[in-house]
């Protein structure tokens, strides 16, 4: 059976969707027919998104907001909705992080994570539950391997991101009588993003070590991600939900944790 996923005259709303993994999949979205509206903190990312993914021929909308604060994602979402319609699908991927060993990290520091990635969740699919309460409506969250595998100058990360992945049960759950799915994708090393570069390799022996660690001996694409987005926004996974898929080449497998926290610890 071949399947085709085609998001046309659907809108698709990627909060965080202007760089990195998060613009990858906006772009996927896009190429599949969607009408794609991206949010970001900063006007200028918004910008330069905008006028790639219009180069592309996609129909797009782009708002700034900032995901910490509640009103401002309400008042994202509502400016989205009256350009393009309401809303089919969401990915929440807004995120913040820099290596630091917890003691010598500052309570602000860790705050200033938790708020961004965990609250900054919880106000992103807050605000989107009244644009996608009904039927054949997903949630993807963006999380990290951090939730699950402990890794040295990680704990604020770590600590965000196991909170959004119970968030993600949690409102599966919950939603799941509105006929809405949540799930969440977390990524393992994405070659190319400004993540993999600040906190994953700098130098040949940190690439090295991180490749070693992933079973499949390869980094990860964008497009490793955004695949596994237009599937858990299609109908192909209608019943799916709860669930929080890794997409990291094998490398949440508990036997790879030494040399992921070997990379870690030497970045520290």
Known sequence: MRMDIDFQG??????????????????????CGARVSVASRKRENVDAALAVLAAQGAQTHGVCADVRDFDAVGAAFEDAAQRFGPIDALV???????????????????????????VGSFNVLRQAYA????????LINITAPQATVAMRSQAHAAAAKAGIDQLTRVLALEWGAD???????????????????????????????????VPLRRFGTPDDIANLALFLASPYASYISGAVIPCDGGGAIDSVKPALERASAQQA
Request: aromatic content about 8%.
């Open 179 to 213: 006929g809405i799915r949540v799930n969440a994708i977390s990524p393992g090393p994405i070659d190319g993003t400004e993540g993999f570069r600040r906190l994953i390799a700098r130098t040949e022996e940190e690439l090295a070590l991180a490749r070693e660690a």
């Open 92 to 118: 929440s991927g807004a995120a913040g992080n820099f290596l630091c060993p917890a003691n010598a990290m500052s309570a602000n520091g860790f705050r200033t994570v938790v708020d961004i990635d965990l």
């Open 131 to 138: 644009h996608l309460r009904r039927p054949g409506a997903s």
């Open 10 to 31: 659907r809108h698709v709303f990627v909060f965080g969707g202007t760089t990195g993994i998060n613009f990858g999949i906006a772009q996927a979205f896009a190429r």
